[in-house]
């Protein structure tokens, strides 16, 4: 399986203000996506990083509010923007078609954000 | 869009006793995924689920395809306290554009008591 590692692991933000988390991966991998996890709740696809052309997002989600860069195939970043504390959630990382495990998708640990 | 129905929403059970959880589609999936999360961390995969009526161990965990793609389930055999967590199953679709896309259950949350 790949190790994924997400940055900050937590913080603390003011509303109004936008925080770009990190994620690396430590192999080659074809498919990175960005996920939320409200308190108590499943896991909700935000978008499809697509390296090197726009994001893939899902319905209730924009780029305005959530943009994404993949410069390569091992390194993603997700800006939450113009925070409110609705923004406030876990923010986990995954990827996917690592050479043996196509169909896999593995997960990092998460980005807990609380938006005061 | 597609849901995943999954139950129980939550159990409480002792030490050694036998587990099981499914989850259930009006979709067809191409595979199905079983994850545990632990609080404060992200979604480790226990069981990947390729063809229809697979059934696949991991440890005492046992996880089957069912045969319409519609559905599967989760067995954990002789549960232990380091079980304790919230189980999700997860379909896969592959998208018209050749991406794919993960459909997540809401989650089991599994207590073990000593």
């Known amino acids: 399986s790949a190790v994924i590692s997400q940055k900050p692991s937590r913080d603390i933000c003011q509303r109004g203000t936008s925080l770009t988390i990190q994620c690396q991966v430590d192999?080659?991998?074809?498919?990175m996506f960005w996920y939320r996890q409200q308190p108590g709740q499943s896991l909700t696809l935000i978008a499809t990083a697509n390296q090197g052309s726009e994001a893939t997002y899902e319905s209730g989600f924009v780029i305005d509010k959530f943009p994404i860069s993949r410069p390569n195939l091992t390194f993603s970043t997700l800006t939450v923007s113009n925070m409110s504390p609705e923004d406030s959630s876990i923010y986990l990382c995954?990827?996917?078609?690592?050479?043996?495990?196509?169909?896999?998708?593995?997960f990092g640990p998460g980005t807990r954000l609380t938006v005061t | 869009g597609q849901q995943l129905n999954q139950s129980p929403q939550s159990m409480f059970i002792q030490e050694g006793e036998d587990v099981s959880m499914n989850c259930t589609s009006s979709?067809?999936?191409?595979?199905w995924l079983w994850y545990k999360q632990d609080p404060g961390e992200g979604p480790v995969l226990l069981i990947a689920?390729?063809?229809?009526?697979e059934l696949t161990s991991n440890g005492r965990l046992t996880a089957q395809f069912g045969i319409t793609r519609k559905d599967s389930f989760l067995n954990i055999s002789a549960s232990i306290p380091s079980d304790v967590g919230i189980y999700f199953c997860a379909g896969l679709l592959l998208t018209q554009g050749g991406s794919e896309k993960l459909v997540f259950g809401k989650g089991t949350k599994l207590t073990v008591n000593p």
């Open positions: 689920l390729y063809k229809a009526g």
């Open positions: 979709s067809i999936f191409n595979t």
């Open positions: 995954s990827v996917a078609g690592t050479p043996h495990r196509p169909y896999e998708q593995y």
């Open positions: 192999s080659q991998v074809t498919m």
